[in-house]
Structures are given as structure tokens and as C-alpha cells.
């Protein structure tokens, strides 16, 4: 069974960094989607970055600039690199993942994607 685990999360002040990790078990595909998402209270989850088997890599525009996603295939881990963090960017992250690399780009839609973690909450203070 596929599994995902955030971590890294916690709490900054704004202009700050902080680097969330997502780890994969079980997953087969060699052809994947892996996303994530964000959701702040009260409303929807957004997504903000994605990357593909092949490496291409997708940021929002609300965040380009600021994150950066990447993979390390040895380890099965995506990365988020938060950077110059804002107090708006506080939220639950979350990474996803589906076994296709059609619609690996922003904007990301939460339906496209299968399997998901439960979050790792990033707050970000002025």
C-alpha cells in the first residue's frame, strides 16, 4: 500500500526558511505525479508544486520565486524549500501523488491525485 509521511514542519518568522520532506512507501509506478498541496483555515486546498518521474518541476505563481521542489530518488523523498516565508503562508502542507505525469503542472487539481499524507502544519509569524 502506498503511504506518504510529511515532516518538517513548525513554527517561523516571517523571512524565514523551512524545508518539508515527504516520504514515499510502496509505491511501484515508474511514472508518477508528486504534489503539494497547502490549506490554510477556513479554506480550500491549493496546490503549489509539483514534480515528475522525469524531474520536471511546477511552482504556483503565488509562491514562485520562494519554493522549490525536489526529489531524491535514492531515498524516495520530496522535498518542499520554503523560503522568504510570509505570514500568509501559513497552512497545513500536504504531498499527493498519482501514477501518471499528465497534469504535473500548475494549477494543480486535488481530484487528479490518489494517494495522500496527513499534513504537516508550517506557521509563520510576523
Known amino acids: 500500500q502506498v503511504q506518504l509521511l510529511e515532516s518538517g514542519g513548525g513554527s517561523v518568522q516571517a523571512g524565514g526558511s523551512l524545508r518539508l520532506s515527504c516520504a514515499v512507501s510502496?509505491?511501484?509506478?515508474?511514472?508518477?505525479?508528486v504534489a503539494w498541496f497547502r490549506q490554510a483555515p477556513g479554506k480550500g486546498r491549493d496546490g503549489v508544486a509539483g514534480?515528475?518521474?522525469?524531474?520536471?518541476?511546477s511552482v504556483s505563481d503565488s509562491v514562485k520565486g520562494r519554493f522549490t521542489i525536489s526529489k531524491d530518488n535514492a531515498k524516495n523523498i520530496f522535498y518542499l524549500q520554503l523560503s522568504r516565508l510570509k505570514r500568509e503562508d501559513t497552512a497545513m502542507y500536504f504531498c499527493?501523488?498519482?501514477?501518471?505525469?499528465?497534469?504535473?503542472?500548475?494549477?494543480?487539481?486535488?481530484?487528479?491525485?490518489?494517494?495522500w499524507g496527513r499534513g504537516t502544519q508550517v506557521t509563520v509569524s510576523s
Open positions: 499527493a501523488a498519482v501514477g501518471r505525469t499528465a497534469g504535473c503542472w500548475s494549477p494543480f487539481f486535488e481530484d487528479d491525485f490518489e494517494h
Open positions: 514534480i515528475d518521474s522525469a524531474g520536471a518541476t
Open positions: 510502496g509505491y511501484t509506478y515508474s511514472t508518477y505525479c
